[in-house]
């Protein structure tokens, strides 16, 4: 385990016996196993791990999208656990950041609606809400491109977008799952220290999945996850 | 199909046909509710055509079995006037030599307790000179020789088809009570008839055979005869002889100018119908083509992999066109079996509005005729190939490896919502133009009002979108986000909302076009009851409607009707079905003097009660709107009618709306009637009441009081008005019927739509679940943009409904059936249409909404 760059202060997120198993047909699959950490306030995290090691499901556990079948989240002193469905959506609207491997933008949305949405989600609109689009997508280096459809787009100016669309809403914790597995690797780097200088630049926390050590090297700690335990390398 | 297998491929230089039949079939059944629906809409499709087209061809093969029991084998026949003929006139033919065929004939209807009330038709005839017309007497059917004595011998003697005789417990020898115009006859079953063949055994179905004599003894017709069939060879000649062998006003007609009429009638019904069905088979192929673009779509980058892979155009367009084949053949082939089985309920809708405004129907069972189901089961997998090719087409032209951007479809999309737009409002004035092309072509109108819906459903993009636009801010300000969101959703996704709204849209304009055009027929007829029906009771037979009777009355009648003591007035009137040149007509002759004052006229060239005066003073008649229009009549032509004395030219004093009859009628005065056929008979009294007489209680003692001489039926206006408004009602039933079908597939239509598109949409929700949207706002997304999807189709369908109703109300009736309809706009079937719109796409909503709430984001995520 690493700590590089910035000074943490206090604990943020803990991660307590986390347990996840799915039914596939007869058989039950272990993808996580009794995961424990904690994560430090504005601090930059990168768990590591093959294909299938449990990293996306941990992330999903983390966001309120999934649930554990035992164990606690607490993000910023809020017990996950605690909240029902419809709470911990509501959470994660106000919360939470989601940038994905395959950009997950709407395709009958334009840039700047996909921007937005966030923002619609939590009745921010007008002009504060034009200020921080415009002021994102200049961020992300789109400005010009907020009438364009998703699909015009390349996939690094793709992932620009839902970066910026991450960030919008001002989250507390943003998270990155494998959000270059499907760019170029320069391109990759590119959309990695914007990630890195977006979240520092506004001292989110930023759990980032993913599979490739050069992209956990932007991280301030690594963690790896093996056959569903994470562990010290 | 995984891509790996397919790539697995490459190499081949074609794809075996297996290859692509498993790209096909694995897409069927992975996504079976899809399926499933398709089959289902167009299963019911199917069945309504096949129940429509079953009932259609029952009725006319019903006829033609009615027309054959009566008419067998005749070429010609002998008529006289409205009294018959006098059988002398046989008696001479036969001993002139001049025909070797020739039979008389006497009938009548009756019904009988002892038959379970059933009208049947009496069938005098002479046994010796029936072998070359019926086969009824023939050796293979005839009852035994004792029997048969018995019939020729016995007063009262009938036949009966032995099977006739069994359902209703009656032997040889036997009595029974048969009620022949209003008289009671007694009579006895001399023996049963065994025809060996089908067609025979239903003809004789409703069919009481008597010998002439007892004929005309039970009918009161002593002396007299209907008609005498006669067989005469092609050709002009011996028709020529036989006519001018024959006193004044006695013809020799060929049989189908006598049932070529009646045939005529019942065809603008029937077309109606065929028409309708047809409609619900449209919707369906909506739902098809929305379906299979949905499938196609849904595939676009697998279409886009297997081109790449070296699958040529023409075979991905033979894969879709498969597909659609099968899911065609599988639902024509259930749409048959329902067709039947539904096919039961529209004969006896069928049969009953036949019997209630054209004739009665004898013969009520034939069997399903297989063309039919032919044609069913054609029309429904050449209806879904044929919808099936647009999406084929957009399938074959998928570029390889670069399947079109779903942003690009949609840009399509709008920028074909423009063109569809304009080539909507283009096809709707083709429509326009080709309903005012000045032709009674049924064909040709119903051509025209298709062309004007489906103009309106081209308009459906453009409207939708726009329709959008205008309610994002209003629902925004009631709604918040997912105000905002749902209107935007269903333009933006236009490529596949705009299909299913047209299908609704089309659905609910054709239910707001019938509900109109009923609605308005109804307050026409009930305007028209009040104009049209004479007096305060009406007395007549106890087979007629009150609005035309036929019985003859018995004349005492008229002098026990007068000496009631609430009775201020009596008229009379003879209603008589004439022979004409241009087939037969109905006449009402009546003694009323002011009758006509009250009449509604299309065209006169003189005032309603200069008219009226016409028909008294100078023996003139006024000619109902289906008449005129049907002999192509107008005010200063004339009325050729045969009379005793000849072919005879009444002068038209006016042409008058009339709702009785498709046939037409013709009014004159009771004395020029009279005049011209020498006939004293009446077959109604209309009666006037003095002030302050309750017509219930008088109705009900002259009944009493002239029961005595026969069995009349002495029915209140109020009473008459309700029948006639219970036979209209039960006209429409079937209407209704398939308007109720139309949407049922529309509905189903929706609902496929919505799966589909929700089902596609599901990556998308679990985008928006991610970013925060509860199930709770995702559910209410997903429900507001059906429910806007509905309220499209509903406002659409308003004036589409409306132009249609214009449509039906004044061409589509007018060239069916000559009539004019006064158009009614009422808001309840437009309130009604927004409301089906809205409630079929909130139902339709449900089902998706509770399974994309119950999805696990992480799940739709997953989803491709």
């Known amino acids: 385990m690493t700590v590089k760059g910035s000074q943490v202060d206090s604990e943020f997120l803990r991660l307590e016996h986390l347990s996840k198993n799915f039914r596939e047909g007869p058989h039950t699959r272990t993808v996580l196993r009794n995961v424990s950490a904690t994560f430090d306030r504005g601090e930059f995290v990168a768990i590591v791990g093959e294909s299938g090691s449990g990293k996306s499901t941990l992330l999903n556990l983390i966001s309120g999208i999934d649930q554990a079948d035992t164990g606690a989240i607490c993000v910023d002193g809020q017990d996950l656990a605690a909240l029902d469905e419809r709470r911990r959506t509501l959470f994660r609207r106000r919360h939470i950041g989601f940038v994905f491997q395959f950009f997950n933008l709407l395709p009958t949305f ?19 809400a034009t200020r921080r689009a415009q002021s994102l997508l200049d961020a992300v280096g789109l400005g010009n491109r907020g009438d364009t459809s998703p699909d015009r787009l390349s996939g690094g100016e793709q992932q620009r977008v839902a970066i910026a669309r991450a960030l919008i809403h001002d989250p507390r914790l943003v998270l990155a799952d494998e959000p270059t597995g499907n760019l170029d690797e320069e391109t990759g780097h590119q959309v990695l220290a914007l990630l890195d200088r977006l979240t520092r630049h506004a001292s989110k ?25 994470l562990v010290d390398r | 199909m995984s891509i790996g297998s397919l790539s697995s491929r490459v190499g081949r230089d074609d794809f075996s046909p297996r290859t692509l039949w498993n790209v096909g079939w694995r897409y069927l059944t992975r996504h079976l509710w899809q399926s499933l629906l398709m089959v289902l809409g167009i299963t019911l499709g199917v069945a309504v055509v096949v129940a429509v087209d079953l009932a259609n061809a029952s009725a006319s093969r019903a006829f033609d079995l009615s027309v054959d029991a009566v008419a067998g084998r005749a070429t ?30 006497v009938d009548a209807y009756v019904t009988s307790p002892q038959l379970a009330g059933r009208s049947m038709q009496l069938l005098g005839v002479d046994p010796f000179a029936e072998q070359p017309f019926r086969s009824y007497l023939s050796a293979s059917t005839q009852a035994s020789a004792v029997q048969l004595s018995a019939f020729l011998t016995e007063a009262g003697a009938i036949l009966l088809a032995a099977d006739v005789a069994e359902r209703n417990g009656l032997e040889p020898g036997g009595d029974l009570i048969l009620n022949i115009e209003g008289r009671q006859h007694r009579a006895t079953l001399a023996g049963v008839l065994t025809p060996t063949d089908r067609l025979s055994r239903r003809a004789l179905e409703g069919i009481v055979l008597a010998d002439i004599a007892t004929a005309q003894e039970l009918t009161g017709r002593v002396g007299r005869l209907d008609r005498i069939d006669l067989i005469l060879p092609k050709g002009g000649a011996q028709v020529a002889q036989v006519q001018t062998s024959l006193p004044a006003g006695v013809r020799v007609l060929p049989v189908e100018v006598r049932t070529g009429a009646t045939r005529q009638m019942t065809a603008a019904f029937r077309l109606n119908l065929t028409a309708l069905s047809l409609l619900a088979l449209i919707v369906g192929m909506f739902l098809i083509y929305n379906t299979m673009t949905f499938s196609v779509v849904q595939r676009r980058s697998l279409f886009g992999i297997l081109r790449s892979l070296g699958v040529t155009r023409l075979e991905v367009f033979a894969l879709v066109l498969t ?17 039947v089985l539904m096919g039961q309920s529209a004969v006896r809708m069928v049969t009953r509005t036949i019997n209630d405004l054209y004739f009665v129907l004898t013969v009520r069972q034939v069997p399903v005729p297989s063309i039919s189901l032919l044609k069913g089961g054609l029309l429904g997998v050449i209806a879904t190939v044929s919808a099936a090719v647009p999406p084929a087409r957009e399938a074959a032209t998928v570029p390889p490896r670069s399947a079109l951007s779903r942003s690009n479809l949609e840009d399509k999309a709008q920028q074909n919502a423009r063109r569809a737009g304009v080539a909507g409002v283009a096809t709707m004035l083709a429509g326009a133009a080709t309903l005012a092309f000045p032709s009674r072509s049924l064909i040709v ?38 105000g905002r969101m749902a209107p935007r959703d269903v333009r933006k996704s236009l490529s596949r909302t705009a299909i299913a709204v047209a299908a609704l849209m089309v659905a609910m304009s054709v239910t707001i076009g019938i509900n109109l055009m009923i609605t308005s027929f109804r307050q026409t007829v009930i305007v028209w009851l009040s104009d049209a029906l004479q007096g305060d009771i009406v007395v007549s037979g106890p087979t007629g409607s009150g609005l035309q009777d036929v019985t003859p009355v018995d004349p005492r009648a008229e002098a026990i009707i007068r000496d009631h003591p609430d009775v201020a007035q009596v008229d009379l009137l003879r209603s008589a079905t004439i022979d004409a040149p241009g087939g037969q007509v109905e006449i009402e002759a009546g003694s009323s003097r002011d009758y006509g004052y009250g009449l509604r006229y299309v065209a006169s060239d003189r005032s309603p009660k200069a008219a009226w005066d016409a028909v008294h003073q100078e023996g003139a008649v006024i000619v109902s709107e289906p008449l ?9 032509d004339t009325l050729s009618l045969y009379t005793e004395e000849g072919l005879r030219a009444f002068p038209i004093a006016g042409i008058y709306y009339d709702y009785a009859s498709t046939q037409g009628t013709a009014i004159m005065s009771l004395e020029t009637y009279r005049r011209a056929w020498d006939d004293n008979t009446i077959t109604a009294l209309v009666v006037d009441l003095a002030p302050g007489a309750d017509p219930s209680q008088v109705a009900r003692t002259l009944e009493a009081d002239l029961a005595s001489l026969q069995n009349l039926l002495a029915r209140p206006n109020r009473t008459i008005r309700e029948a006639a408004l219970s036979i209209f009602d039960r006209t429409f039933a079937i209407t209704d019927a398939l308007q109720v079908l139309a949407t049922v597939v529309a509905f189903i239509g929706v609902l496929s739509a919505l799966l589909a598109l929700q089902l596609e949409k599901q990556r998308e929700f679990g985008v928006l679940r991610a970013v925060g949207l509860t199930v709770r706002e995702l559910r209410g997304l997903i429900l507001l943009e059906t429910s806007l999807m509905g309220a499209v189709a509903g406002v659409l369908s308003m004036p589409a409904g409306f132009i249609l109703a214009l449509v039906l109300t004044h061409v589509i009736n007018r060239r069916s059936f000559g009539w004019t309809l006064q158009m009614v706009v009422t808001a309840a079937p437009f309130l009604q249409a927004i409301a089906i719109s809205v409630l079929a796409a909130l139902l339709a909503g449900i089902y998706p909404a509770l399974r994309m709430g119950k999805m696990a984001p992480a799940d739709a995520l997953r989803y491709e």
């Open chain 1, 205 to 229: 926390n930023l759990i980032l999945v993913t599979h490739s050590p050069e992209a956990a090297s932007y991280a301030d700690r690594v963690l790896y996850l093996k056959d569903g335990r």
């Open chain 2, 445 to 482: 109108s119903f051509g025209g009002t298709f062309l004007i819906v489906f103009g309106f459903a081209l308009l459906t993009p453009s409207v939708t979108s726009g329709l959008m636009r205008t309610v994002k801010p209003v629902l925004e300000r009631a709604l918040g986000v997912l």
């Open chain 1, 110 to 128: 334009t840039v700047w609606e996909n921007l937005l949405l966030p923002l619609e989600l939590n009745s921010i609109n007008g002009t504060e």
């Open chain 2, 323 to 339: 597909e659609a084949f099968l899911v065609g053949a599988a639902g024509a082939a259930m749409g048959l079996v329902l067709g």
């Open chain 2, 76 to 105: 010609h026949q002998i008529v006289g006037g409205p009294q018959g003929l006098d059988e002398t006139i046989y008696t001479r033919l036969r001993r002139a030599g001049t025909v070797e065929a020739a039979a008389p004939v």
């Open chain 2, 628 to 636: 005129a229009n049907r002999l192509n009549l107008s005010v200063s």
